[in-house]
């Protein structure tokens, strides 16, 4: 298996955690992937996931910052994919505001839309009574 190499920031919440994370696998390091989750803190132990996206998926892309790893090497112009990362994670950070207020969480729980637990688990009953008693 193919070690990863992450980096990610959380804003802490309390009931909820707005996570931005990269990664790429050691391997790989062409094919750096950057999301945004939505987290749910359902105990001070257990963290559960509502939803994520892709910062390049919520930019209207197909395709995640790929590039050519000998290509990486000899990049002349490596701010110019710095930037374009950085742009499109400081874009997708409105993403988040589906989520800001435990009202629009229950709200969001109800959607099979969504890249995260499942309607209708149990994981999910246990969501929405935290929300419930967050409001």
Not at 17 to 23: L, T
Not at 64 to 72: I, K, L, T
Request: hydrophobic letters at 40%; aromatic letters at 10%.
């Amino acid at each position: 298996m193919d070690d990863r190499r992450c980096w990610r920031w959380d804003r802490d919440r309390h009931w909820a955690i707005d996570r931005v994370a990269a990664a790429y696998r050691v391997h790989a390091p062409e094919g750096l992937e950057v999301s945004v989750v939505a987290m749910l803190r359902l105990t001070p132990e257990r963290e559960l996931t509502m939803d994520g996206r892709s910062t390049y998926f919520i930019a209207g892309r197909d395709e995640m910052y790929d590039f050519p790893f000998f290509q990486a090497l000899w990049l002349r112009h490596p701010e110019r994919l710095a930037a374009r990362v950085t742009a499109d994670t400081e874009s997708a950070l409105t993403w988040f505001e589906q989520y800001e207020t435990p009202e629009k969480c229950l709200e969001r729980l109800k959607s099979p839309e969504r890249n995260g637990v499942g309607v209708g688990k149990p994981v999910h009953a246990q969501a929405v009574a935290v929300l419930e008693a967050a409001r």
